[in-house]
């Protein structure tokens, strides 16, 4: 009998492992939209007047050929910076990230600016976001059912959720973006990789939305091109995005021109080298982080105030120069733009028998975008080993956010990692549209070889 009985509930606690997260309630949903901002985050400003209250801008601009701006909040003048100096006296509101790098150059600041949240969505995205605070569940962490267009947890109650918030942000249909890479070296020369990359959004599509279910969860499709340098031009990597683990989750192709066909590809994940950066960036590092949860335990730490990167046009514009962001030991501090925003805190541990170069990953969510920013990443023996910070712009073009660029710091070589650049080349074009077959294995085995 006592055999049965721990078997029974070793069961009950599986069980319990794998049941949808719970909804919230009528009454907690009832917040979105009065206390809360239609996606959930607070409408308050804080108590000292730091962090103001939401106010969301208009749609206003071109779907082509612009770049994300906002002339007033571009001539604004810092209001204090941070440095090595006086690290003591913000440390309470920093990312270990910054920390570390305050701590580690004389030369590393962080100018602070006036705080502005004028973050806004499409109507469609705040109505589907409220229908999905009392339908959309998650099983387990990687599975998601009766969940429609909009954010699916809009009051997150466990780790996971603020991450598939991030995951499944609105960006618009689709988009034709240019991503600019480059490895720094100490001395501040580096190497540069140009990447064309084609997406089509399902899931947060206005147009022609597919929800996802226990039974169907692709919400993306992604094709990359590199075109130089010469050595890596002509790499394709295709992917469909799915929620799910294993063969239900992500699918994969590579096509390299040593090989000339393209064959699937179940490295492109987790902690494998992302093609042509020589190491310095995961694939699970893209837009801070994406992929399967599957390998670690997520722990809602709750919402802090945190200096982060934001509203940062001039760093992410068509004035700045590659050569310009580019400097000895880390990213050109006179460029980036930080204001205190609230962020929720995500704690990642790895779970015991997988495996991961990081062993526990904090990541920080602006509640107003639901768009990580930073990334503390741990090695197995608890040291801060990488730190990724992202920096936020929010387009009024398309009425979403997204970070540009990523910066990866690695802390044992001295060298850092540029991604997600666009400055001297073409703004994103999200009017772009792909036939049917353009995401298939075929339709780019048929491309490379033109």
């Given at each position: 009998m006592k055999t049965?009985?721990?078997?029974?509930?070793?069961?009950?606690l599986s069980l319990v492992a794998t049941q949808a997260a719970a909804k919230v309630d009528a009454a907690e949903a009832g917040k979105i939209g009065t206390t809360l901002t239609p996606v959930g985050a607070e409408k308050a400003g804080n108590k000292d007047g730091s962090i103001p209250a939401w106010e969301p801008a208009p749609q206003a601009g071109s779907l082509k050929s612009e770049f994300s701006t906002d002339p007033k909040i571009e001539a604004e003048k810092s209001k204090f910076t941070i440095s090595k100096a006086n690290l003591a006296q913000y440390s309470a509101n920093l990312t270990e990230g910054h920390k570390y790098l305050l701590k580690t150059y004389d030369t590393y600041k962080m100018n602070v600016y006036p705080t502005h949240r004028i973050v806004s969505w499409p109507k469609e995205i705040y109505d589907a976001t409220k229908a999905n605070a009392t339908t959309c569940e998650m099983i387990g962490s990687d599975l998601l059912d009766n969940c429609k267009v909009g954010f699916p947890f809009p009051i997150p109650k466990t780790g996971a959720e603020p991450v598939w918030n991030h995951k499944l942000k609105w960006r618009g249909e689709a988009v034709t973006r240019y991503n600019n890479q480059m490895i720094v070296q100490p001395s501040g020369e580096f190497q540069l990789t140009k990447i064309i990359e084609n997406v089509q959004f399902s899931y947060a599509s206005l147009a022609n939305p597919v929800p996802l279910t226990k039974t169907s969860g692709e919400f993306l499709k992604y094709l990359s091109q590199t075109v130089a340098p010469p050595r890596l031009a002509g790499t394709f990597i295709l992917v469909h995005e799915k929620a799910g683990t294993g063969a239900d989750g992500r699918a994969a192709w590579l096509y390299s021109p040593?090989?000339?066909?393209?064959?699937?590809?179940p490295t492109v994940c987790c902690d494998n080298p992302y093609e042509g950066t020589d190491g310095h960036e995961f694939y699970d590092q893209v837009d801070i982080f994406n992929g399967a949860l599957d390998r670690y335990n997520w722990k809602l730490i709750g919402k802090k105030e945190i200096y982060i990167p934001y509203n940062s046009y001039k760093i992410a514009g068509p004035t700045v120069k590659y050569k310009d962001l580019a400097k000895p030991k880390h990213l050109n501090q006179d460029l980036?733009?930080?204001?205190?925003?609230?962020?929720?805190?995500?704690?990642?541990?790895?779970?015991p028998g997988t495996s991961h170069t990081f062993t526990k990953r904090v990541m920080y969510?602006?509640?107003?975008?639901?768009?990580?920013?930073?990334?503390?990443?741990?090695?197995?023996?608890?040291n801060l080993y990488q730190f990724q910070e992202g920096h936020l712009v929010w387009g009024s073009n398309v009425q979403a956010s997204t970070t540009a660029p990523e910066i990866i710091y690695h802390f044992t070589s001295g060298r850092y990692f540029i991604t997600a650049a666009f400055n001297e080349d073409k703004a994103p074009d999200l009017t772009a549209k792909f036939s049917p077959d353009f995401f298939t294995a075929a339709a780019v085995q048929k491309r490379s070889t033109k």
């Open positions: 049965l009985s721990m078997a029974l509930g070793v069961f009950a040593g090989l000339k066909r393209i064959r699937r590809a980036p733009r930080y204001e205190l925003h609230r962020v929720w805190i995500v704690e990642a541990n790895i779970k969510i602006d509640e107003d975008s639901w768009n990580m920013v930073a990334a503390d990443n741990y090695d197995s023996r608890g």
